[in-house]
């Protein structure tokens, strides 16, 4: 069956890093472009990172911009988010998505749809605090 799980919160303070991981299983990962999420409780849950199913187009929402870095490795079938100078509004539930999509261009704020994730992870906790 399909598997999507994120690893790799915790807690940090502010202007500490992260890396997030997420491994896959049960479908068939180089046909996804995959995605990261995150949602407060309280608010709609947004877009962080997109990458395409070859890695070489990547997206991000602004505010994470040149902090953030998505990578995937299709033989390991694994996306990673590397988190740099993290802040308290970071603070959130990440979450893994493979997207029923493979080029991610045309998103440039990172701005996918929800109605198009094919597969979701349970999430990580990140937590910036002082």
């Known amino acids: 069956q399909v598997q999507v799980v994120e690893s790799g919160g915790g807690s940090v303070q502010p202007g500490g890093s992260l890396s997030l991981s997420c491994t896959t299983s049960g479908f068939e990962f180089a046909d996804h472009a995959m995605g990261w999420f995150r949602q407060v409780p309280g608010k709609e849950r947004e877009g962080v990172a997109l990458?395409?199913?070859?890695?070489?187009?990547?997206r991000y929402r602004p505010s994470v911009k040149h902090r953030f870095t998505v990578s995937r490795d299709n033989r390991k079938r694994t996306v990673s988010l590397q988190m740099n100078n993290l802040q308290p509004e970071d603070t959130a539930l990440y979450y893994c998505a493979a997207l029923d999509a493979t080029e991610i261009g045309t998103y440039y704020d990172a701005n996918f749809p929800e109605r198009d994730v094919d597969y979701w992870g349970p999430g990580t906790q990140v937590t910036v605090s002082s």
């Open positions: 990458i395409s199913w070859s890695g070489s187009v990547k």
